[in-house]
């Protein structure tokens, strides 16, 4: 296991990055690949079909609990896909990956067009405690400068936040929704009618044939199961990417090269964790070269590993169960300030 770097290091070399992109390019890893995601979308989609016959099927039961935990994971590796269309990882047309993207948001009640402009900042700038929005999350704090600042309930959340966040996560789901048809309603994507017909066909669709097969508390609670099952799996699949790496402050520029892998976290694992993961615990290799096709990740990683260790530069790796220890031991971290206060 490589030890989490403590703090972010200054370039040495700006052609750094160059010297590995051609060593990619070489190694043929930008080329698109067209059969994995094509059998990917199809299995899918297959399990997507055998969920809802399967719901069909047991009708109004108890046991609908098991079809919903199952269309938790379904939901999440549609997500996956959404993720790669957004990078332009399938195709080479940005229009045929977006049409893949609007599609599987629609399947999944998410705004693609909300989601891609947020990821697309934070890719720009990871752990940025300005410019990156996915560390401006007002029930948590990623930095001390957060931490310092809240006050009122967010503040007592900040103390526990280490306990709380796995049970926050269940509330991931609700929260896209949430994000969802606030940016329909504020207007702020660009295909807003789209989005709009998309989200209300989804929420509209969902909630007719969960009510219509079930009676009242068991689709209650087949709709609580999913989209919290759901938010957990989400927010288990990119927590470890970050959280817990060094944070970059206002004004502080760093290279392309080291400011993507110093932020990033792989974990490592076999085609089991790949799958699970959808490809993201290859987060170094995914934030130096974003429109790379997932199943080339794998291969990118030992040639990038080999080029950090060339210039001397920190390769953060770790098994999966660590690195949610390193989450957690981060945030209780940030935490302890204030908990030594009201002590």
């Given at each position: 296991?490589?030890?989490?770097?403590?703090?972010?290091?200054?370039?040495?070399?700006?052609?750094?990055?160059?010297?590995?992109?051609?060593?990619?390019?070489?190694?043929?890893?930008?080329?698109?690949?067209p059969?994995?995601?094509?059998?990917?979308?199809?299995?899918?989609?297959?399990?997507?079909?055998?969920?809802?016959?399967?719901?069909?099927?047991?009708?109004d039961?108890?046991?609908?609990?098991?079809?919903?935990?199952?269309?938790?994971?379904?939901f999440?590796?549609?997500?996956?896909?959404?993720?790669?269309?957004?990078?332009?990882?399938?195709?080479?047309?940005?229009?045929?990956?977006?049409?893949?993207?609007?599609?599987?948001?629609?399947?999944?009640?998410?705004?693609?067009?909300?989601?891609?402009?947020?990821?697309?900042?934070?890719?720009?700038?990871?752990?940025?405690?300005?410019?990156?929005p996915?560390?401006?999350?007002?029930?948590?704090?990623?930095?001390?400068?957060?931490?310092?600042?809240?006050?009122?309930?967010?503040?007592?959340?900040?103390?526990?936040?280490?306990?709380?966040f796995?049970?926050?996560?269940?509330?991931?789901?609700?929260?896209?929704?949430?994000?969802?048809?606030?940016?329909?309603?504020?207007?702020?994507?660009?295909?807003?009618?789209?989005?709009?017909?998309?989200?209300?066909?989804?929420?509209?669709?969902?909630?007719?044939?969960?009510?219509?097969?079930?009676?009242?508390?068991?689709?209650?609670?087949?709709i609580?199961?999913?989209?919290?099952?759901?938010?957990?799996?989400?927010?288990?699949?990119?927590?470890?990417?970050?959280?817990?790496?060094?944070?970059?402050?206002?004004?502080?520029?760093?290279?392309?090269?080291?400011?993507?892998?110093?932020?990033?976290?792989?974990?490592?694992?076999?085609?089991?964790?790949?799958?699970?993961?959808?490809?993201?615990?290859?987060?170094?290799?995914?934030?130096?070269?974003?429109?790379?096709?997932?199943?080339?990740?794998?291969?990118?990683?030992?040639?990038?590993?080999?080029?950090?260790?060339?210039?001397?530069?920190?390769?953060?790796?770790?098994?999966?169960?660590?690195s949610?220890?390193?989450?957690?031991?981060?945030?209780h971290?940030?935490?302890?300030?204030?908990?030594?206060?009201?002590?």
């Amino acid at each position: 296991m490589t030890a989490p770097p403590q703090a972010a290091e200054r370039p040495r070399h700006r052609s750094d990055f160059a010297r590995l992109s051609r060593r990619i390019r070489d190694a043929g890893l930008f080329d698109r690949r067209p059969l994995y995601y094509t059998l990917k979308i199809a299995f899918n989609l297959l399990m997507l079909a055998a969920a809802c016959v399967g719901f069909a099927l047991i009708g109004d039961s108890w046991w609908q609990l098991l079809i919903a935990a199952g269309l938790a994971v379904v939901f999440a590796q549609l997500a996956f896909i959404g993720h790669d269309a957004g990078h332009k990882q399938i195709f080479r047309s940005s229009r045929a990956n977006d049409v893949v993207g609007y599609l599987h948001g629609g399947l999944i009640g998410m705004s693609y067009g909300s989601w891609l402009r947020n990821h697309n900042a934070h890719h720009a700038n990871p752990n940025h405690e300005e410019h990156d929005p996915d560390l401006d999350i007002p029930a948590l704090s990623f930095t001390e400068q957060q931490a310092g600042a809240k006050r009122g309930f967010q503040r007592w959340l900040t103390k526990y936040q280490a306990y709380l966040f796995f049970p926050l996560l269940l509330l991931e789901g609700l929260a896209l929704r949430i994000t969802a048809v606030r940016a329909v309603i504020n207007g702020t994507v660009k295909l807003r009618k789209l989005e709009a017909v998309l989200l209300a066909g989804h929420i509209g669709g969902y909630l007719t044939v969960v009510f219509l097969v079930l009676s009242p508390p068991i689709a209650v609670l087949f709709i609580v199961v999913h989209q919290c099952l759901w938010g957990v799996y989400l927010g288990c699949s990119f927590a470890p990417n970050h959280k817990g790496m060094p944070t970059l402050k206002p004004g502080e520029k760093i290279d392309f090269l080291r400011k993507q892998v110093l932020t990033s976290r792989n974990v490592r694992g076999g085609p089991i964790v790949d799958w699970v993961l959808g490809g993201l615990n290859y987060q170094i290799e995914h934030h130096l070269f974003p429109t790379m096709p997932r199943p080339n990740l794998r291969r990118a990683q030992p040639i990038v590993q080999q080029f950090c260790r060339e210039i001397g530069l920190s390769y953060s790796q770790t098994g999966w169960l660590r690195s949610y220890r390193y989450v957690l031991q981060y945030l209780h971290s940030l935490g302890a300030p204030l908990r030594a206060q009201s002590a």
